[in-house]
């Protein structure tokens, strides 16, 4: 049997692209916040006041991953809980002072890592690249959500 060409799956690349995406942020960004953590705090940033479950929702984290990003967040004085004054079963998150410190000073470093992580493409083609892997992304939302098509209508 011949050996298949990995340069062709789409899997096999994705996993190149984070392992380059890991080194970048690690060396550019942060040892110590995540690039889940900095989404966590970037979608609290965007939208205050959110509870758990919305904010795993929009960086697209699984329950149980969430719950141990946000406790982390937690632990290290980043974000602080309060308990919904509209429902006592929920609690609604913000950014503590230094939480929004902690991401403005992410923010800058994520732009510059970003423009090196993309630097081998054109404008153009960072463009489309960005929107190619946008419409990938959220058609693979729907292996999670199984009410949604698999794939995107042309």
């Known amino acids: 049997m011949a050996a298949v060409d990995l340069t062709s799956h789409p899997g096999h690349l994705a996993r190149r692209l984070q ?14 916040i995540t690039s889940p953590q900095f989404a966590v705090l970037n979608a609290l940033v965007a939208e205050p006041g959110l509870d758990q479950r919305t904010v795993g929702e929009r960086v697209g ?6 719950a141990e990003v946000i406790s982390r ?7 602080d809980k309060v308990r919904d004054p ?6 609604l998150l913000g950014l503590t002072d230094e939480g929004l ?10 732009a510059r890592m970003n423009q090196v992580f993309l630097s081998p493409l ?3 083609e ?8 946008q419409r990938v992304s959220d ?6 959500n199984p009410g949604e098509p698999l794939v995107a209508p042309s």
């Open 19 to 32: 392992q380059a995406h890991y080194l970048l942020w690690n060396t550019m960004v942060s040892e110590e």
């Open 61 to 66: 984290l699984d329950r149980s991953t969430i």
């Open 73 to 79: 967040l937690i632990r290290r004085g980043l974000l």
């Open 86 to 91: 509209q429902d006592g079963r929920r609690f």
């Open 101 to 110: 410190r902690t991401h403005r000073r992410l923010t800058v470093r994520t």
């Open 122 to 124: 054109s404008a153009a």
């Open 126 to 133: 960072q463009t489309l690249f960005l929107e190619l892997i």
């Open 139 to 144: 058609a693979a939302e729907g292996l999670r």
